[in-house]
């Protein structure tokens, strides 16, 4: 069974305003860079589907939704926040980012994969079940997690997120779910400033300040997120892969490098190996400097792939 790596050519179609970091030149470099270095031979390219409304109902509120899909402007852009906005690509874009989150969950259920990696955008886990914000506008690693769920055998998932930012959005939907497990790390403090301070069994955060290096990052996952899976047994793993912790990223104060990426990444498979048959789904959230990103991502597929 080979890996899946989900991608799309529509999602370059999603623009903000000119200058902002989240910009179709990120799948752009990622793809370069992974080509050039063969990684994908190892995977088998697709495209998404859209998502479903139904997989999108089960983490947003209906009424945001029916406002997301009215805002869609025909030319120019559409403010949501003040730096999240809609051009006429946008829509599309971010069902497609959704969808291969729940096209994701039904090829890993069938067995006929046993791991999946989505170079899509708009990122999502800032987005929260009734708003749009930090970039984001549905929140695919939910989506794809309570896909996961809908399916007779799986009764407990986790979503493990080592963006810079904290995944507020993916707190938010699961805090009172204790059958999804949420572990974040994060700059702190930092945007968003959000649902970083939930207290729940299931609800994992690891703050970390400014400066933070790989001794310190990796003790911090050691310390807080095994213990966590190991109570917990995921029967799927879900990644919310943000490498704006690199060290070189213009957004982040973290100062990680694609070995800790790599070294995160590792412990992943081991857990999913240990846990989840194997069975993990990662998908692509921040990374904004464009070498650093594409560097990054080519080391979390590599130990994916093994």
Not at 31 to 51: F, G, I, N, S, Y
Request: include cysteine; hydrophobic fraction near 40%.
């Amino acid at each position: 069974m080979k890996p899946i790596f989900f991608t799309h050519d529509d999602c370059d179609a999603h623009r903000m305003h000119p200058g902002h970091p989240e910009r179709p030149e990120r799948r752009q470099a990622i793809l370069r860079h992974l080509r050039e270095r063969k990684t994908l031979d190892a995977w088998e390219v697709r495209e998404p589907p859209l998502v479903s409304r139904e997989a999108l109902d089960h983490v947003h509120d209906a009424k945001y939704l029916d406002r997301i899909f009215a805002s869609s402007p025909d030319e120019g852009l559409a403010d949501l926040d003040p730096d999240t906005a809609m051009s006429p690509g946008t829509l599309r874009a971010a069902r497609l980012a959704s969808g291969a989150l729940e096209e994701a969950v039904a090829l890993v259920s069938r067995g006929e994969t046993r791991r999946v990696f989505c170079a899509m955008r708009p990122p999502g886990h800032h987005a929260e079940s009734d708003g749009a914000m930090g970039f984001c506008f549905f929140n695919h690693v939910a989506v794809g997690a309570a896909a996961a769920l809908e399916m007779p055998d799986i009764e407990r998932v986790a979503v493990f997120d080592f963006d810079v930012h904290h995944g507020n959005g993916t707190v938010e939907m699961f805090q009172d779910r204790p059958e999804v497990l949420v572990c974040s790390s994060f700059q702190h403090p930092f945007y968003p400033g959000r649902y970083h301070d939930v207290k729940r069994p299931n609800i994992v955060n690891t703050p970390l300040p400014a400066g933070t290096g790989s001794k310190e990052f990796r003790v911090a996952i050691e310390r807080d997120w095994t213990p966590a899976l190991e109570k917990h047994r995921p029967q799927i793993i879900f990644v919310s892969a943000g490498f704006d912790a690199h060290k070189d990223d213009p957004l982040g104060g973290l100062k990680l490098d694609e070995d800790d990426f790599a070294w995160v990444t590792k412990w992943l498979v081991k857990a999913a190996e240990e846990h989840a048959s194997g069975r993990i789904i990662s998908t692509l959230e921040g990374g904004y400097d464009l070498d650093a990103l594409a560097r990054s991502v080519d080391a979390h597929l590599r130990e994916l792939a093994r």
